[in-house]
């Protein structure tokens, strides 16, 4: 590409520390939906794909990988055949009629505790990148620093409303001990809501004692703090470990994340509403074992959801099936009256290019309109999840603010003055002066930061840069003004020493195992 | 940005040549939406916007700065005081009642004639851009040349339903003759619907009679063939130009888009629901003297659509007030019973980074989700309009053919057979070879071209091009394969022969103009 220079005066180091203190990093509050939802189905097509998925459980069945969830189904009452597990559909209804509907989700800095369900909504960064594309856009393995970085970022971005957990694998640490030190990077450098590993029931154990020393000890029995994921082996499999960790977190009144893990095509049918149908009856299954572990336990409807190319078998991300099926899963929970989790701004590109672009910004929209209550990878997901792009990372957030935005839908409350300045200025005339514009304009119209709407002449002086070294620089410049939340000395002590004693438990395994 | 190399095999023109004969070349049929419309005001709240737009209608007035018009408006029993017409509510409705809701829009091939109002809905690519950036991603002005390659790539790429007209200026022929060329590039190098110049009521005439030779005599005069824009000077201002050009559209009975021009905040007051009061208002006179003009005349309410930074002034493109104003706007013109048009996939990158796609992609699904039936601009449009981009035009397409997927809703035909496929495979399994899946994986899931979604490996393998290199290959390629629709010799020298009579008789101006 190129275009005729009219200047090379580029934005210097210097330029950019003046703009430093201009930077507002106040969380948002958690998002309260106004604008209507996306709703394809008819109560009946809700009901159909209720009864396919009931049918599923009750005849096709699913398969528990692990010994104690099939004695834990023995007792309660379900009919188990080896691994499989046959449900009831009155006894899958009973069961999650005991997951509560809403609840807060309490942060380390109580400011930042959100609600949680119904139409709120919370954005969380992508995690469980191997590679990531750090502040010069170079494709590596990250660190635990590297990791850090993410976390800062995660605390200074207003739409990001959690700090996650594994955002980035850190590979410079043992893999055995890595959950100890991806938690307490969580818990130091932000105090919003984070994440808990589920890499095994003993790891998520640990978690659950850290967020002891974090909250106080039994805080966290009566108040949610941190999310755990499971993963679901489409089709209708859940494993031993995935069903360890859910126990760790469900004991100790901790969210899981029920997700069906969706191909759509090579673990799925291949077409949308047997695709959900099939989704559902794994999410149920899993929703009802949380409360089969603890009754009244928070649990949330999870999936990842992608499609796959029949030329290709690669996972697919922005395509219009992925926004239907988030469209009718957003039904299905609300049918059930359990809170739900997708997955935000994915996609497959190799770069920040276009199409990573397209890909995300479909993706946010569907899952807007479709009314997530926990949206997961809603910053830096690229390159199908194998990297964490730090320079996507800053943009999707400000495109999490901007459909922030959008969904809290129109304000009224000054309808009646502004029609006044219609009649004020006239045909022919301007606003730009008027009283209620210079009272307004702050508020009235999103003027995205990263996107550089000057014209070609301007954007040249300031050195032709896309939006990708934008980004950075302003990462860049947020790093540099990040601020630690500082942790109680007391605390950051007891979790230094918790990680001290539990590393020398923990053998290191292969030193540095490179592998995930 | 950089990841290790693998292997650096590129894709060359040998292997291009292999795909030519894989495109898909062939119109989708206007878009029939299924999908459920985002419609964020209640009846109280669109009755309200009503309200307010008839108050300004009859007590601020509009300027209709034509003597003409002014006095049509006085023969209708307006009230007319200078420039200034002042429009009763019950006036306004009257007229408007006639306009058709939905009407069929006649190509040249007429396969290619697509049903308009309602649920339907059709794809026109950009227009008006005095740059592109070409096969070569060079920004320049553009020739005659170009803007046929435009109109070729239209032709083949099924989402659009369109050619347009002037994607491109085409600077290296005369502004003044200009037009001429333009509309026989549209007519010639494509047999699908297009649009007419109206940048004069003169020219606008050349354009009733170039339809009349294309279409024989008289056919137009019951048939809408081609599409005329004409822009309002919001705030509540026509110009002569576009009044006269309006009357030379509507008299011979082909479609006038009635388009305020809102840059928010700027032209209207800074608010969401101010501004859509002040737009409709602006639309609905506009609408009701193309009724004054012919009595059932087909006419389109419209609008160009941003909002302005209040930093620099700038136009912004994918905010969260545009989708918001989209919905509303669609609610208007439904409580009218009008077809409405806007405008898609607008954005103000420089380049086709990612800022570009995701101003397009949230713009995209805006339109699809406020269910307008003229979606213009569909493709190509970059720097705030200032240029159209090559690699664009051809991932925005594929991105409105995704969006097209997505607003025809769910597919429910093969929902009892793809069940028990489930049963079939059971837990564990997986669908890649179930006859279901056979049958069903290539219209199952949206394939999307110009996303990559292989491995990094793979990625590289093939050479490291990001986007845009992609879509200019394939824009090379798709021109590679181009068939001309042939004109009927005869109807091809009657235009010719026109188009040589008015140039005789049209001044060049000074020569060539670059200016526009």
Same mark, same amino acid.
């Given at each position: ?22 930077? *507002?990093?106040? !969380?948002?509050?958690? =998002?309260?939906?106004? &604008? @209507? ?8 097509? /809700? #009901? ?97 620093? *590297?990791?850090? !970085?993410?976390?800062? =970022?995660?605390?200074? &971005? @207003? ?8 955002? /980035? #694998? ?108 099939? &989704? ?237």
């Amino acid at each position: 590409m190129s275009v005729e220079a009219v200047g090379t005066v580029r934005r210097g180091r210097g330029a950019r520390k003046a703009n430093r203190v201009a930077f *507002d990093t106040t !969380m948002l509050p958690a =998002l309260h939906r106004k &604008l @209507p939802l996306t709703e394809p189905m008819t109560p009946e097509q /809700v #009901e159909k794909i209720d009864a396919a998925s009931m049918h599923i459980l009750e005849n096709v069945g699913v398969q528990f990988r692990d010994e104690i969830a099939l004695a834990d189904w023995k007792k309660a009452g379900a009919k188990v055949e080896g691994e499989m597990v046959y449900l009831d559909r009155h006894h899958v209804r009973e069961l999650i009629a005991t997951i509560p509907e809403t609840f807060t989700y309490h942060a380390r800095d109580p400011g930042k505790s959100l609600p949680f369900g119904r139409d709120h909504g919370m954005f969380i960064p992508m995690t469980g990148a191997p590679y990531l594309r750090d502040l010069e856009d170079e494709r590596r393995n990250p660190t635990l620093d *590297d990791l850090a !970085m993410f976390h800062k =970022l995660a605390h200074m &971005l @207003p739409a990001m409303h959690s700090s996650a957990h594994h955002i /980035v #694998e850190p590979y410079d640490h043992p893999i055995s001990q890595r959950h100890l030190r991806i938690t307490y990077s969580s818990m130091k450098h932000s105090d919003k809501t984070f994440m808990g590993m589920t890499t095994s029931p003993k790891n998520a154990e640990d978690v659950m004692d850290m967020c002891d020393i974090l909250f106080g000890a039994d805080f966290i029995d009566t108040h949610p703090v941190v999310t755990g994921n499971c993963n679901g082996n489409s089709p209708l499999v859940w494993d031993e470990t995935m069903l360890g960790a859910m126990r760790a977190f469900c004991r100790r009144n901790q969210p899981v994340l029920c997700s069906p893990f969706v191909l759509g095509g090579a673990n799925t049918p291949a077409s949308v509403a047997p695709t959900v149908a099939q &989704l559902n009856a794994e999410a149920l299954s899993a929703l009802a074992y949380t409360q089969v572990i603890r009754k009244g336990a928070p649990a949330i409807y999870g999936h990842y959801l992608s499609t796959v190319s029949m030329k290709s078998g690669a996972p697919m991300a922005g395509t219009p099936e992925i926004s239907l099926m988030n469209f009718m899963i957003g039904q299905m929970a609300r049918y059930y009256g359990v809170p739900w989790r997708t997955s935000n701004t994915l996609g497959g590109a190799k770069t920040f290019d276009a199409q990573a672009g397209y890909e995300s910004a479909m993706t946010l929209n569907a899952v807007l309109m479709a009314g997530a209550n926990y949206m997961w990878h809603s910053a830096g997901w690229n390159e199908a999840g194998m990297h964490c792009s730090t320079a996507k990372f800053i943009v999707d957030a400000e495109m999490c603010a901007m459909g922030y935005r959008m969904a809290e839908g129109v304000r009224w409350d000054d309808f009646d003055e502004a029609l006044a300045a219609v009649a004020d200025i006239g045909p022919g005339g301007h606003y730009l002066g008027h009283p209620h514009t210079l009272e307004n304009f702050q508020r009235a119209f999103f003027m995205p930061e990263m996107f550089d709407n000057n014209s070609i002449e301007q954007w040249m002086a300031e050195g032709s840069v896309e939006i990708t070294g934008r980004a950075l620089n302003r990462a860049k410049d947020l790093l540099a003004a990040y601020e630690e939340p500082k942790l109680d000395e007391g605390v950051d002590e007891a979790l230094r020493d918790y990680i001290a004693r539990r590393e020398r438990e923990i053998p290191a395994a292969d030193a540095l195992n490179q592998e995930y």
